[in-house]
């Protein structure tokens, strides 16, 4: 999936792009997978508001004033995320984790990796910090909540396993470096993360 596509524009942005393609084609091949590009987005769209819709209900069921706060703001995300494209790191986090999900439910995530999400998320990780949004400390948070969704679509089995990872860094055709401050943040929660949950099954 081009996730730095659906970074940019959104769901909502996805789809409109889709709508107006269809709206114009006349091969029935190309009309038919358009349709089909669609409805799935509609449905990731539609699942997204209706998750929105469940945390801000949670939010107000809550004895927890701290827990309400919470669900609430998951809620205002998931109910942004349906239609608008992402203006933060959490934000942009956050729509990558539904859209790999919603892949990972529909049978078709079989050991896919979201593509270097450090280099993804690099420009909503710098506007958030110059902006005073967010701290590494909050980073690391939201990367090993990842982490930890990526384990649960994880399973070992005796004819096939289905595996989740995170793919930072790399370099350029050229060999130039690509790593930032946000692939090494990735990795050492991951690691951490991985290296908690061994400790924990011994």
């Not at 995300?77 to 203006?87: C, D, H, N, R």
Request: proline share 3%.
């Amino acid at each position: 999936p081009s996730y730095r596509e659906l970074l940019r524009g959104g769901l909502g942005g996805v789809l409109g792009r889709v709508r107006a393609r269809r709206a114009r084609e006349t091969d029935a091949d190309k009309l038919a997978f358009l349709t089909a590009a669609e409805t799935a987005l509609a449905g990731v769209s539609d699942w997204a508001a209706r998750y929105g819709e469940f945390l801000a209900g949670e939010a107000k069921r809550s004895p927890n004033a701290g827990r309400a706060k919470e669900l609430a703001e998951m809620g205002r995300i998931a109910t942004k995320l349906s239609v608008q494209a992402p203006e933060t790191f959490r934000e942009a986090l956050q729509l990558v984790w539904l859209v790999h999900q919603a892949i990972h439910v529909e049978g078709h995530a079989y050991s896919c990796t979201p593509d270097r999400l450090d280099q993804l998320l690099w420009p909503f990780y710098e506007a958030d910090r110059k902006a005073g949004r967010i701290d590494d400390a909050a980073v690391v948070r939201l990367v090993e909540n990842l982490v930890l969704k990526m384990y649960d679509n994880t399973y070992w089995g005796p004819e096939h396993h289905l595996t989740q990872g995170l793919c930072s860094g790399g370099s350029t055709a050229d060999g130039r470096d690509q790593t930032n401050r946000l692939s090494w943040l990735m990795v050492e929660r991951s690691e951490e993360r991985r290296v908690g949950k061994e400790c924990r099954s011994r």
